[in-house]
Every structure is written in structure tokens, then in C-alpha cells.
């Protein structure tokens, strides 16, 4: 099993940025395939960025393309996404998640993770 820890969510008023982290543990994390997806109030947990194993391509939603990077450090076992130009609308509970995976795979549907933190905390003022 893989354990996946978020952090580094925050109050940040629009335009501002955060980095968001993902800490991994219990198995090797190169392994693994990750994606943020998040949750507003009211709404569907939706798909934001994903990135492959080893880190060499990304992929993102339309509403955040620009804005954000996903990033991953295999040596420490840790996923990122820096946020920037954060709008209102960007305001949700952002999660994780990881999978096993062969090399060069991008997975953006919530059904293909197995493995889930427990979310972090995203407020933009406006």
C-alpha cells in the first residue's frame, strides 16, 4: 500500500500562489503514477493535473492549464503542484492520488487511483 499525506494549503487572496504538497510512503514512489484532483463545496471532485512516473510528461485540465504545475521528486518521495495566479473559483479541498504504473502513462479519471490522501485546504478571496 502506498500512504499519501497532502499539505501546504492555505487562505491566499486571488492572484496569489501556493505550492501544494504530496508525501508518499510504503512502497517505492517511482512506481506510481500520481494526479491532484479537488473537490469544491457542492460539487464533483474533479480532475486538475497528472504527471507520470517518472515525471517526464504532465497533462492538465482546461481550467488550470497555465496556471498550474504538477511536479514530482522521486528521490524524496514527494509529488507538488505550484498554483499560481490563483483564482476564486480555485477554492476546493485538493487530494492526491497514486497508482502502479508502466512508464509513460497518464491516468486523469478518479476510478483509475487506488490510492488517496486525505485532502488539503484551498481558499481563494476574491
Known amino acids: 500500500q502506498v500512504q499519501l499525506v497532502e499539505s501546504g494549503g492555505g487562505l491566499v487572496q486571488a492572484g496569489g500562489s501556493l505550492r501544494l504538497s504530496c508525501a508518499a510512503s510504503g512502497r517505492t514512489f517511482s512506481n506510481y503514477a500520481m494526479a491532484w484532483f479537488r473537490q469544491a463545496p457542492g460539487k464533483e471532485r474533479e480532475f486538475v493535473a497528472a504527471i507520470t512516473r517518472s515525471g517526464g510528461s504532465t497533462t492538465y485540465a482546461n481550467s488550470v492549464q497555465g496556471r498550474f504545475t504538477i511536479s514530482r521528486d522521486n528521490n524524496n518521495n514527494t509529488g507538488y503542484l505550484r498554483m499560481n495566479s490563483l483564482k476564486p473559483e480555485d477554492t476546493a479541498v485538493y487530494y492526491c492520488?497514486?497508482?502502479?504504473?508502466?512508464?509513460?502513462?497518464?491516468?486523469?479519471?478518479?476510478?483509475?487511483?487506488?490510492?488517496w490522501g486525505q485532502g488539503t485546504q484551498v481558499t481563494v478571496s476574491s
Open positions: 492520488a497514486a497508482r502502479r504504473s508502466s512508464y509513460g502513462l497518464l491516468f486523469t479519471q478518479q476510478l483509475e487511483y487506488d490510492y
